[in-house]
Every structure is written in C-alpha cells, then in structure tokens.
C-alpha cells in the first residue's frame, strides 16, 4: 500500500511538471515569432490571448529562449494543473503516508515460536485371514504401545508441561500464610506451597475471620473456585475426618485432600490403610452422596483437580454415580474408595485431550460393589484413563463388570491393579449359540468381558491380576474388541485365574473387517480357567491374532466343549514363542 502511494505521487508530479513544460516551451516560441495569422471565424487562439500582453509590453523580444521562457511561465502557471498549491500539499501528504506505510511494513517481525512435532509413531497392523488351517512360524508381533525414543519422552514432557503446568504466580504475604507445612501429611504433588482451606463437621464456629475453616464442605469448595480464579494457581480443600451427607462438584485447580492421610509408605500400603477403615474410624473421610443427585461427586470441564484419601459412597436403592466426569482435561482420584454406586462407580465421558498425558489417573483407589448397564467399576468413553495400584472388585454389568473402555482417546494403561471376583452378566443366557452369527454382531453384544472390557481401542496392561472373574458369554477375564491389546509384566507376571465364561473362560478376543484384533501376551499366567463352550485359557475369533511369548497356560478346561487350554475359531491365529500350554482338559478336545 506504502509504495503504490509513494509510486501514484510521483506519477502525478510528473505529469503536471510535464504540462508545464510544454506550456513555456509553445508560448516562449509563439513569443518569438510575433503574432499568428488570426483566423476570422475562430478568433486568436487562447496561446496567443495569454501572452499578447506580454509581446506588447516587450521591445525588443529577448533573443535568448532561456529569457522568453522566464517572461511566458507565470502565463503557464495559471493554467498548469498543478499551480494552486493547495494541490502540492495533498500531493505531499499522500506521499509521506505512504512512506510512513513502507517503514512500518519494512520493520523486522519476530517469527512465532512453533513447538517441534512429534514423529508420529510406527503402527503394525497384522491383518488375520478367515479360514486359515496352517501357516508358518509367525514373526513376532509388533504393537507399537511402547515403542517411543527418549528423545520422543522428553518432547512430549516439555509439550505437555507447556500446555498443562500453568505459569507460577508470586502469592501475596497473606496468600503464603495461610500456606502451612503438613509434616508427616500427604499433600498433592504440586500443591504443597498452595493456600489451604480447612473443613471440619464437627468445627464449633462457622467460618473464622480470615475464611480458611469452615463446617460445610460446599460452602468451602465455592471459596476456593474464587481463589483459584483469582490467581492463587491451586488451592488444598483438607478435610477433617467424618460423615459429609452432601454431593459435591470439584472446581479447577481445587483438590479435597483427607486431613489425616498418611505421606509415609507407597500406594499399596495407603490403599491397606484406606480399606481396612469402618464408617467410625477416626481417619475416615466419607461423603454419602444426596439421595436427589445423581451423583457424590463431580468434576466439570477444568484442570489439575482430584479427590485423594476419602469414601465415596452411594445410596442404596437409587441410580447414581460414584465419581462424575465429563469433559475435563485432567482429574486425579487417588488413594480412594468408590462404593454403592447403580451407574458406576467412576463414569468418564470425552475426558482428556489430543495431548498425551492429560485425563484421568485412579491411583491406589479401591472400586468395589457397584453396578451398571455398562463399566460397573469403571466406565470410561472416548477418554484418555490410567488406572494404577488399584483394586477393583464385586463389580457388576452387562459389559465389562469391573472396567469397561471404548473408543480411548490415547492408549490405556492399565499397571499393577487387580480385577477380583466382578461380574458380566445377562439376565438371561441367550439360547443362539453366539459363535454362529455375524462376527461385526459381537460389538454389539452383552454378557462380555467379567475383569475387563475394551472395544475400539489401543490400551497396555502391565502387571494386572484378572482372578475369580466370570461373564455369562465371553471373556471372564477379559474381552477385547477390535482393539489392539498388549499384556505382559514389570515386576511380576500378569495373571488371568480362575474366571469362568461361556467361551473364553481366561481371555477372549475378536475381530471383524475393519476391527481386527491383536493380542501380544508376554510373560503372562494362564490358569484354573473354565469355559462351558470353548477356550478355557483363551479363545480369539474371527480377525483376531493373539501371539503368546514365554506364557504358562495350564490346568484351564472346557467340561463340554473344545480347546481346554486355546481355541481358535472362524479364521483366529494364535501364535505361541515359548512358555507353556500343558494340563489343559476338554470335553471333546
């Protein structure tokens, strides 16, 4: 813009300059030839009108052109475009906005900072054909869950600590007073320079003179939302032992943190000493979720906030759900326990982002006897979810009795929790016989996956126990859909133990067009399961691979069917490299 009014000015000048010029140059020579032989009709013409004055007033003419063109020009600066000056001043103005515009334009711009992408990862897709009698030794099967350099980690640290750690702010002298030093405590990681707010039942006063104490767990949850959106970054809800007969909603960047949670130990002996504590115990933190709520507590779209050390409990009788989440970015329940519950214990929907590392975590947690039409413990769709150290167990459902997970926004990890004795089952066992309908009809079935569930997804198991689990189908253990699944161990085997289904009494899996399955079992025990039908260890159907490396599959039966230890059926590949399948009974097999 700047050089087209730059350049429209000069072209103006140019021309008015070069009218002018013509001007004197005609009228200095008229000047010097006398007057024109004037035409009778027309009249002298406007030259020679403009300069006889001057002809007349001149004896001799100059014989210089130079002379002449001094003594015609103000003739021509009448009648030039360009002889009012009011017009060189607009020229002038133009021009120099238009300077003004090129420096501007011309002044170096600081690029934008663009964070580096991280290289995609490789996938392997191993497609199963249907019908396949014999094949030859497989090759390894790749699943591509832990396949990420060092270089990858710390990018997505560095990533996700620029999108999920938010910029410290100075707290005021009074903000770090109230800031207090929890010897012997545990505190949130993060939150231990962050105000805290007290709340005891039992509390003779109120509200203290500088609102940090109070009797009602709301009333306090609704002073730190506005401290933490007023800057404080985070703020502690400590919680007095006792029964809070209320249904709370977390804020963000709020946690409620049982006072008398222990700092000593690991997650497993806080889990012990969670569990072992009866609704008196002086330590016990209980929220009794509101008989006219659907929920004991909630988390809303936000960040940074969690539950750690308290009970939460359900009514009996009334459709509820223990913990609520639906669309927050990342939630933390930790060292709880989630109890009671007719529509799951903990109920994530689209929780997380495209980042990894952001959704939910349940850590050390206990989820026990609760229900659902689906995910009885644990629901959790199109979420990123990490379950660690936790029990979950005495669920019941449909589908997935203790875990059920579909669609997963980032793969599942699922490390060191044990699914004990829950349930997936039908009022009812169908009369068709499942393995005869269309395989894409199994994604819509129920009476799958007793310990587990997980449809359309991407998830890891590292260390799990899956022990007295049953399904009235398939998967006592643990059904896996159109997913790719990998198990294997850390610290100790994986084990699948004495689950009962109607096929697949361990694990069971299977794969349609478009849906395939891949199972990689790794060092992983296989005992003391039973099936009615087939597939007492493991049964994968359809477009299914499972590949089982140094596992032990022993003393698993089908009474009255076939594959005691593994069956394979309607096209399904099961590749074992190592280990041992031995001890396995069948009715006909």
Request: contains cysteine.
């Given at each position: 813009?700047?050089?087209?009014?730059v350049?429209?000015t000069f072209?103006?000048?140019?021309?008015?300059a070069s009218?002018?010029?013509?001007?004197v140059?005609?009228?200095?020579?008229l000047?010097?030839n006398?007057?024109?032989?004037?035409?009778?009709?027309a009249?002298?013409t406007?030259?020679?009108v403009?300069?006889?004055?001057i002809?007349q007033?001149?004896?001799?003419?100059?014989?210089?052109?130079w002379?002449?063109?001094?003594?015609?020009a103000?003739?021509?600066d009448?009648?030039?475009?360009?002889?009012?000056g009011?017009?060189?001043y607009?020229?002038?103005?133009?021009c120099?906005?238009?300077?003004?515009?090129?420096?501007?334009?011309?002044?170096?711009?600081?690029?934008?900072?663009?964070?580096?992408?991280?290289?995609s990862r490789?996938?392997?897709?191993?497609?199963?054909?249907?019908?396949k009698?014999s094949?030859?030794v497989?090759?390894?099967?790749?699943?591509?869950l832990?396949?990420?350099?060092?270089?990858?980690?710390?990018?997505?640290?560095?990533t996700?600590?620029?999108?999920?750690e938010?910029k410290?702010?100075?707290?005021s002298?009074?903000?770090?007073?109230?800031s207090?030093r929890?010897?012997?405590?545990?505190?949130?990681?993060?939150?231990d320079?962050?105000?805290?707010?007290?709340?005891?039942?039992?509390?003779?006063?109120?509200v203290?003179?500088?609102?940090t104490r109070?009797?009602?767990l709301?009333?306090?949850l609704?002073?730190?939302?506005k401290?933490?959106?007023?800057?404080a970054?985070?703020?502690?809800v400590?919680?007095?032992?006792?029964v809070?007969?209320?249904s709370?909603?977390?804020?963000s960047?709020?946690?409620?943190?049982?006072?008398?949670?222990?700092?000593?130990?690991?997650?497993m002996?806080?889990?012990?000493w969670?569990?072992?504590?009866?609704?008196?115990?002086?330590?016990?933190?209980?929220?009794?979720?509101?008989?006219?709520?659907?929920?004991?507590?909630?988390?809303?779209?936000?960040?940074?906030?969690?539950?750690?050390?308290?009970?939460?409990?359900?009514?009996?009788?009334?459709?509820?759900?223990?913990?609520?989440?639906?669309q927050?970015?990342t939630?933390?329940?930790v060292?709880?326990?989630?109890?009671?519950?007719?529509?799951?214990?903990i109920k994530?929907?689209?929780?997380?982002?495209?980042l990894?590392?952001?959704?939910l975590?349940v850590s050390?947690?206990?989820?026990?006897n609760?229900?659902?039409?689906?995910?009885?413990g644990i629901?959790a769709?199109e979420?990123?979810?990490?379950?660690?150290?936790?029990?979950?167990?005495?669920?019941?459902?449909?589908?997935?009795g203790?875990l059920?997970?579909?669609h997963?926004?980032?793969?599942a990890?699922?490390?060191?929790?044990?699914?004990?004795?829950?349930?997936?089952?039908?009022p009812?066992?169908?009369s068709?016989d499942?393995?005869k309908?269309?395989?894409?009809?199994?994604g819509?079935d129920q009476?799958l996956?007793?310990?587990?569930?997980?449809?359309?997804?991407?998830?890891?198991?590292?260390d799990?126990?899956?022990?007295?689990?049953?399904?009235?189908?398939?998967?006592?253990?643990?059904?896996?859909?159109?997913?790719?699944?990998l198990?294997?161990?850390?610290?100790?085997?994986?084990?699948?133990?004495r689950?009962?289904?109607?096929?697949?009494?361990g694990?069971?899996?299977v794969?349609?067009?478009?849906?395939?399955t891949?199972?990689?079992l790794?060092?992983i025990?296989?005992?003391?399961?039973m099936?009615?039908?087939s597939?007492?260890g493991?049964?994968?159907?359809?477009?299914?691979?499972?590949?089982?490396i140094?596992?032990?599959?022993q003393?698993?039966?089908?009474?009255?069917?076939?594959?005691?230890?593994?069956?394979?059926?309607?096209?399904?590949?099961?590749?074992?490299?190592?280990g041992?399948?031995?001890?396995?009974?069948?009715?006909?097999?």
């Amino acid at each position: 813009i700047g050089t087209l009014l730059v350049f429209a000015t000069f072209v103006i000048a140019s021309v008015g300059a070069s009218d002018w010029a013509a001007c004197v140059n005609a009228r200095q020579t008229l000047l010097e030839n006398g007057p024109p032989q004037v035409n009778e009709i027309a009249g002298p013409t406007e030259e020679w009108v403009a300069i006889e004055a001057i002809w007349q007033a001149t004896d001799p003419v100059p014989e210089s052109g130079w002379d002449r063109a001094k003594l015609v020009a103000p003739t021509c600066d009448a009648d030039a475009p360009l002889s009012n000056g009011l017009n060189w001043y607009l020229i002038a103005a133009v021009c120099f906005i238009g300077a003004i515009f090129c420096f501007v334009s011309a002044r170096p711009r600081k690029k934008p900072t663009v964070e580096p992408r991280r290289k995609s990862r490789p996938t392997t897709r191993t497609e199963s054909k249907p019908q396949k009698t014999s094949i030859d030794v497989a090759e390894p099967i790749e699943i591509s869950l832990d396949d990420v350099s060092e270089a990858d980690r710390q990018r997505d640290s560095q990533t996700l600590m620029a999108f999920v750690e938010e910029k410290r702010v100075e707290e005021s002298e009074s903000l770090a007073e109230s800031s207090t030093r929890l010897d012997g405590l545990y505190v949130p990681p993060g939150y231990d320079s962050r105000p805290i707010l007290y709340v005891d039942s039992h509390a003779t006063d109120a509200v203290n003179e500088d609102e940090t104490r109070f009797r009602d767990l709301s009333t306090a949850l609704k002073r730190a939302q506005k401290m933490a959106l007023s800057g404080a970054g985070g703020v502690q809800v400590r919680v007095a032992p006792g029964v809070y007969q209320t249904s709370i909603e977390i804020p963000s960047n709020v946690v409620i943190v049982n006072q008398r949670l222990p700092d000593s130990g690991d997650a497993m002996s806080r889990l012990r000493w969670m569990s072992s504590q009866e609704l008196d115990s002086p330590d016990r933190v209980t929220i009794l979720a509101d008989p006219n709520s659907e929920f004991g507590v909630r988390f809303g779209p936000g960040t940074r906030h969690g539950i750690f050390g308290c009970y939460v409990v359900g009514r009996q009788g009334l459709k509820q759900t223990g913990i609520l989440l639906n669309q927050a970015e990342t939630a933390a329940i930790v060292h709880c326990v989630i109890e009671g519950f007719q529509d799951s214990g903990i109920k994530a929907q689209r929780v997380g982002s495209e980042l990894p590392g952001m959704g939910l975590v349940v850590s050390g947690s206990l989820i026990r006897n609760n229900s659902a039409t689906q995910g009885g413990g644990i629901f959790a769709s199109e979420s990123s979810i990490t379950i660690e150290t936790s029990v979950i167990q005495e669920n019941r459902a449909r589908n997935g009795g203790g875990l059920y997970i579909e669609h997963a926004r980032h793969p599942a990890a699922v490390r060191g929790t044990r699914f004990v004795a829950n349930r997936a089952q039908l009022p009812q066992n169908p009369s068709e016989d499942p393995m005869k309908h269309r395989l894409v009809k199994w994604g819509t079935d129920q009476g799958l996956g007793g310990g587990l569930y997980i449809l359309g997804s991407h998830a890891k198991l590292v260390d799990i126990e899956s022990v007295d689990n049953g399904a009235s189908i398939a998967g006592g253990g643990g059904a896996f859909l159109g997913s790719k699944v990998l198990i294997q161990n850390s610290e100790h085997r994986s084990k699948f133990a004495r689950n009962r289904a109607r096929i697949g009494g361990g694990i069971f899996g299977v794969g349609w067009t478009a849906n395939e399955t891949t199972l990689k079992l790794t060092e992983i025990d296989l005992l003391e399961n039973m099936a009615q039908a087939s597939g007492g260890g493991l049964s994968v159907v359809g477009q299914t691979v499972a590949q089982a490396i140094d596992c032990t599959v022993q003393h698993n039966e089908v009474p009255e069917g076939v594959g005691g230890g593994v069956s394979c059926h309607i096209g399904g590949y099961f590749d074992a490299q190592s280990g041992s399948v031995s001890q396995n009974s069948a009715g006909s097999h």
